[in-house]
């Protein structure tokens, strides 16, 4: 099992940035996809974006798709979600999420290990 825990949540007004981090730990994740979820209040847990950690091809869900980039960095054990031209509808709290499948998943139930969140307000 993973540890995941992520930070760099906030509230920033539309049209602005923010960069999300996700500190994993825990036995080794080379063959892991990362993933990015977020969920709003009263609505269900929403695919953003995925990383292959071990070849690094990602997908982005098409609402985020030109904004949000995720990345990571393999010397600091840590994914990221580069986040711009944020937009009220972003707001949410962001989950960050590991699986062992092999393929990409925007499914949640096939992420085993899942961080604690951050909030991320996004004021018009």
């Known amino acids: 099992q993973l540890q995941l825990v992520e930070s760099g949540g906030g509230l920033v007004q539309a049209g602005g940035s923010l960069r999300l981090s996700c500190a994993v730990s825990?036995?080794?994740?080379?063959?892991?996809?990362m993933g990015w979820f977020r969920q709003a209040p009263g609505k269900e847990r929403e695919f953003v974006a995925a990383i292959k950690w071990g070849a690094g091809t990602a997908l982005h869900a098409d609402s985020v798709k030109g904004r949000f980039t995720i990345s990571r960095d393999g010397a600091k054990n840590t994914v990221y979600l580069q986040m711009s031209s944020l937009k009220p509808e972003d707001t949410a709290v962001y989950y960050c999420?590991?699986?062992?499948?092999?393929?990409?998943?925007?499914?949640?139930?096939?992420?085993?290990?899942w961080g604690q969140g951050t909030q991320v307000t996004v004021s018009s």
């Open positions: 999420a590991a699986t062992t499948r092999v393929v990409f998943s925007t499914r949640p139930s096939d992420y085993r290990d």
């Open positions: 825990g036995r080794t994740f080379i063959s892991h996809i």
